[in-house]
């Protein structure tokens, strides 16, 4: 064993560089770059750096292993090799370790491999230094860490081994990825053929198709006998996931609509609805149905098929269901069989031409609306080849569900919450009941379906309250889009479902600030608004006070997520009351989640139910931020003595007058109102800090320290006194005075103050 300061001729951190959302120039490494284990060039950042020659000595060069030391503490001890493309130059950036290895004495791809190692990761946790929100090491302590060094033939043979397997490794991904297509439609529309099989599938079909006591196996299994006598189960199950994934849904997007999937036979159909149980047991022995004339029960099933909200909701149909079937609700046609009657096909096709009012429906070409307009054919025979039919291919996106839509926002708020400011007890209890709640849906997850087995690595990451102790940003993202697609929501109230989206959302656009906040606040008041005219119902009634403290000021002056979650358990069951029976596109309105469909910098139009002065102060300032006064404060840019006689004027006279002000605002200035509801502008409040940061050699404490207050100062508009900096979220692990030192500690004052000195302006209202 060798220490790995004596193998590596250089293990530093990288060159400290603001990187900036859309600059250009050099790329530069961050802590996203590795995390798949590889060099991801599409995760690299940029800071307008176009002259290289202050970084030269950063720039990676071939062989060079980056790590991950600041990170969740499962990440610690990630590694990615780097091989240089081209003429690029990618400079290594903070946040990320580069060791470079000394080529006489290790190959950086036998220490890449090492590196990978449960010999090498198993030392990681005695060097960790563990923290409120992530965990560290040092160069100092990796230094000292073991690594095995054998003689370089010995590298080069572990080497060829270990790049043999990774092949192997990439050969079967690539395969699955093929076999995906190939077991979708290849057997049931040409058959199954002994000599393009591979070696383990000809094994098995060995087995299974050699004649008992002979040595007799047919070469070739006609495409006519499949799904007949021969039943493929990768088949089956893909179908079967395809028509739930990819089919039209109603309620919102968390139930499949009503389908008929047209089998070869009888066999062909209970073995299609055996396995349907088998993939989804939440829906097993009523959602799925055969219908065949031997069955006594069949002309009942249809009946059943043909109420909308009644099971089942897939019809799987031998010959009974291929005419004179009238069910308007119809959206998705399966065909898992060859049809040679042209004139039979169109009449199958035919059964879901129907238009159907009022049916909310979900997919991939128009998201969520009202009304029928089509309907998605799975044509699994190629049917559509066979009678030469045009088959007019649609490439949609991704349909959140509302039950995707409820687990991502739960996921979000559990992140926010893990903050300093929501440290409290009562914040921590309901951050808890979120993780309960989607840690049982995690594990409620159907094992043996085929869409969760090609995700277990993260279901099994995810499964347990301990994995959410500390979410970072990736897990937040492998949860959002791994997982939350999973999930299911066994509930049947779309519209209490349609409630708690908008509710969570709310307490999103609330935590993070967003403009969205007061479209979801207006959905909210408007919907209150609405109960209230229901008054007449008891359940209603009951529920008055709080009904009507959502459209008082003293719910929105207490803006606080918990009053949020206590109005969405108490009126979440009531919603559906507004729904008269009739699909009316009201309720559709007023539950639309504005977190989802509200696009990146446009606001949303805001409704004024009361006309009090402080709204008016509040929408004046939202719809003039690009103003020039306003545009200042928000910017850190100090104003003229005519700029604030403008908004003096504004909101002194126009709006109201003195007496207003004080009332709403008591001795707030001007300055600092407007960057409070306005908020301050991140980058220029993080340039104010540029020169501290570049000129010194920050420590973890500290550069987590300044981002507090860069956080702080955007969302207060300044630093009232020096004690605020005593108090949380600044008193934790350690106080300003316990980890900055006297030099620091002036020049941090100093920034503190340019910010007092922008916004304080002598005004009447100060």
């Not at 292993?65 to 499962?74: D, V």
């Not at 093929?178 to 393009?196: A, H, M, N, T």
């Not at 940003?473 to 109230?493: F, H, M, R, T």
């Not at 007496?659 to 409070?676: H, M, Q």
């Amino acid at each position: 064993m060798a220490i790995l300061g004596e193998v590596f001729s250089i293990i530093r951190n990288g060159a400290s560089i603001k990187q900036i959302d859309g600059a250009n120039g050099f790329p530069i490494t961050r802590i996203e770059t590795i995390s798949n284990r590889v060099i991801d060039r599409n995760r690299l950042g940029y800071a307008n750096v176009f002259d290289i020659t202050e970084y030269e000595s950063y720039v990676l060069q071939s062989g060079d292993i980056l790590m991950s030391h600041i990170n969740s503490e499962k990440h610690l001890g990630k590694t990615a090799l780097y091989i240089k493309k081209g003429n690029e130059k990618i400079i290594h950036g903070m946040n990320l370790l580069m060791l470079r290895a000394n080529s006489e004495v290790i190959l950086p791809l036998y220490a890449k491999y090492f590196f990978d190692s449960n010999l090498f990761l198993k030392q990681i946790p005695n060097i960790t230094k563990k923290s409120v929100n992530q965990a560290s090491f040092t160069v100092t302590a990796l230094k000292k860490l073991e690594i095995k060094i054998p003689q370089m033939v010995e590298q080069k043979r572990i080497i060829d081994i270990m790049s043999r397997l990774d092949n192997i490794i990439q050969y079967r991904k690539d395969q699955l990825e093929k076999l995906d297509l190939f077991v979708k439609s290849k057997f049931v529309s040409e058959g199954i053929d002994y000599d393009q099989l591979s070696d383990d599938d000809k094994k098995r079909y060995e087995e299974d198709f050699t004649e008992d006591g002979t040595n007799d196996m047919p070469e070739y299994i006609a495409e006519g006998l499949i799904n007949k006598i021969v039943f493929n189960r990768g088949t089956v199950d893909r179908c079967i996931t395809d028509l739930m994934e990819r089919g039209i849904k109603i309620n919102g997007g968390d139930k499949l609509g009503k389908s008929i999937i047209f089998a070869a036979t009888k066999e062909h159909a209970r073995y299609i609805v055996e396995r349907f149980d088998k993939l989804y047991p939440q829906y097993a022995g009523h959602f799925a149905s055969v219908v065949v004339c031997e069955d006594d029960y069949a002309q009942s099933i249809i009946d059943d098929f043909k109420v909308p909200d009644k099971n089942p909701f897939i019809a799987v149909s031998v010959d009974m269901m291929d005419t004179g079937i009238d069910v308007p609700e119809l959206v998705n046609l399966v065909f898992f069989k060859k049809v040679h009657s042209k004139t039979k096909f169109w009449q199958m096709i035919g059964r879901g031409t129907r238009l159907c009012e009022n049916l909310n429906c979900v997919d991939s070409r128009n998201g969520e609306y009202e009304d029928k307009k089509y309907f998605f054919i799975f044509d699994y025979g190629q049917n559509f080849e066979f009678f030469r039919a045009k088959k007019n291919g649609v490439e949609g996106n991704k349909i959140i569900s509302l039950t995707e839509s409820i687990f991502i926002k739960q996921i979000t708020l559990i992140k926010a919450m893990q903050e300093p400011v929501f440290g409290e007890e009562k914040y921590q209890a309901f951050r808890n009941e979120l993780i309960d709640i989607v840690v049982r849906q995690i594990l409620a997850l159907n094992k043996q379906s085929v869409v969760v087995r090609l995700k277990r690595r993260y279901v099994e990451a995810y499964n347990s309250k301990e994995a959410f102790q500390y979410l970072s940003s990736e897990a937040v993202g492998e949860l959002c889009k791994e997982i939350a697609p999973l999930v299911y929501n066994e509930e049947q109230d779309e519209y209490a479902k349609r409630f708690d989206n908008l509710m969570y959302g709310l307490m999103i656009a609330f935590i993070e600030k967003r403009s969205s906040f007061n479209a979801c606040k207006n959905q909210l008041t408007k919907t209150a608004e609405m109960l209230e005219g229901k008054s007449g119902i008891p359940q209603v009634k009951n529920k008055l006070p709080e009904i009507k403290l959502i459209q008082s000021d003293e719910y929105w002056k207490a803006n606080d997520i918990l009053l949020f979650e206590n109005t969405r358990k108490e009126l979440r069951d009531l919603i559906q009351l507004l729904y008269d029976g009739r699909k009316t596109k009201i309720i559709k309105t007023v539950l639309t989640d504005p977190i989802v469909e509200t696009k990146e910098g446009e606001v949303l139009p805001i409704v004024q139910d009361f006309e009090n002065y402080k709204k008016k102060v509040n929408r004046y300032i939202e719809e003039n931020k690009d103003s020039l006064a306003i545009f200042k404060l928000t910017h850190n840019k100090p104003i003229t003595d005519a700029e604030l006689h403008g908004l003096q004027n504004v909101f002194l006279k126009q709006l109201g007058n003195e007496a207003d002000y004080k009332r709403e605002f008591k001795d707030t200035p001007i300055g600092i109102l407007v960057r409070n509801i306005a908020g301050m502008d991140k980058e220029s409040v993080r340039d104010a800090f540029t020169s501290f940061i570049n000129s010194q050699k920050l420590n973890q404490n500290q550069i987590v320290f300044v981002e507090k207050l860069i956080d702080y100062v955007c969302a207060n508009g300044y630093v009232k006194t020096d004690e605020v900096l005593e108090k949380a979220p600044f008193d934790k692990p350690k106080t300003i005075y316990n980890i900055f030192e006297g030099p620091q500690l002036d020049e941090i004052f100093d920034i503190i103050d340019t910010f007092k000195k922008t916004a304080m302006v002598e005004d009447i209202a100060g």
